[in-house]
C-alpha cells in the first residue's frame, strides 16, 4: 500500500539503526535478523 509520502530518514536516525543492526547481529540468529528486516520493511511501508 503506497501513500505518496517518502520517508526522509535523518542521519541520526539512520546513525541509530546501524548501531541497533550490529547490537543485533550479535546477539540474533540470522533467520531472527531476516524476521526483523522484513518486519521494519513492511512497518516503514504502512507509515
Known sequence: MKSGY???????????LKETIEYLENKWTERELRRFSAK????????
Open 6 to 16: 517518502k520517508i526522509l530518514w535523518t542521519d541520526h536516525a539512520i546513525s541509530e
Open 40 to 47: 521494519l520493511d513492511h512497518t516503514i511501508e504502512l507509515i
